[in-house]
């Protein structure tokens, strides 16, 4: 681990703490508050038509779906992003249930507050487990479902050799003391984003902000500890998806070393046979890299679902 610090430390220029600020500005000034269940967040909502609700996994937040969520509204859809608690702009309550389950819970609050009587379903990473507790919570409101880069058989999950740490307690506290603005571009280029022109330098740089904030990642640490797989979860996520009466597209960054398109991509493959499965140039975080290619399989989700 020490040696992977060391690399990743003596990798590019200083980041400029003024840009990313910029950055970050201008992404709070797209979106608005947003109170659900109790807890402060903030969403990015644009376009009309149909609703598109975008779940992020970690460690990320509605800012990975900046350049997606336009994309939707150019195609005529409603792009909705929210932050999960412990995450991006939202708060991070002290006392918050931070597993799949709670997070869950505060998404099905959240379209509750944005009014969605039904609305499409687009998950990536661990908001795949979140956003099928949504799911299952309220079968009737889901139109489609657009799956990337995310899990369905979570029974053992086993976290990629860069989240792993998180999980420890100690040597996830002195890993997450590791991840600077300087240290988080070249990691994300390991491990999310293969095209190095697709993100500037201070865009990647300012997920570590957007990680830390106010409680410099605590809360995050216990997303990371708050993963629930077990038996008993992925036999509700595995029913769900492949009893759905809605579209499903399985998109994949076919380059992702996180969450492999000929492991954790196989096995909707095999789940989901009829199911499109698009195999996209990218890592892990495709939506760096692909939005309007990744907009294109949403829009034919909602197409094939017809008309609200």
Do not use: C
């Amino acid at each position: 681990m020490l040696s992977v610090e060391l690399r990743l430390k003596g990798s590019g220029l200083p980041m400029s703490k003024r840009q990313r600020s910029e950055i970050l500005e201008a992404h709070r000034s797209r979106g608005r508050l947003l109170v659900a269940g109790g807890v402060k967040s903030f969403v990015l909502d644009e376009g009309d038509g149909e609703p598109v609700v975008l779940v992020h996994g970690v460690p990320a937040s509605s800012f990975l779906y900046r350049k997606l969520v336009p994309e939707l509204a150019a195609r005529g859809l409603r792009g909705i992003a929210f932050d999960l608690p412990g995450m991006g702009f939202a708060e991070r309550p002290e006392n918050f249930d931070y597993s799949w389950s709670g997070l869950g819970r505060f998404a099905s609050a959240a379209v509750d507050e944005l009014g969605l009587e039904r609305f499409h379903l687009v998950v990536h990473d661990i908001g795949g487990p979140i956003g099928f507790e949504v799911g299952i919570a309220h079968p009737q409101r889901i139109r489609s479902l657009t799956v990337l880069n995310s899990l369905v058989e979570v029974h053992g999950f086993t976290k990629p050799w860069v989240m792993r740490p998180f999980g420890v307690r100690g040597i996830g506290e002195a890993w997450l003391a590791t991840m600077t603005p300087t240290t988080i571009v070249p990691l994300m280029h390991l491990i999310g984003v293969k095209d190095r022109k697709a993100s500037s330098r201070e865009e990647l740089a300012a997920y570590v902000d957007l990680l830390k904030r106010e409680d410099g990642g605590r809360a995050f640490l216990k997303v990371m500890r708050g993963f629930e797989t077990t038996a008993e979860k992925q036999r509700m996520y595995v029913d769900w998806v492949t009893r759905a009466g809605f579209p499903i597209e399985v998109v994949w960054g076919a380059d992702d070393p996180a969450l492999g398109v000929d492991t954790k991509g196989a096995v909707f493959r095999r789940l989901l046979p009829d199911a499109p499965f698009t195999e996209l140039p990218g890592k892990h975080f495709l939506q760096e890299e692909q939005p309007s290619a990744i907009a294109d399989r949403i829009a034919a989700a909602v197409s094939r679902a017809g008309p609200g």
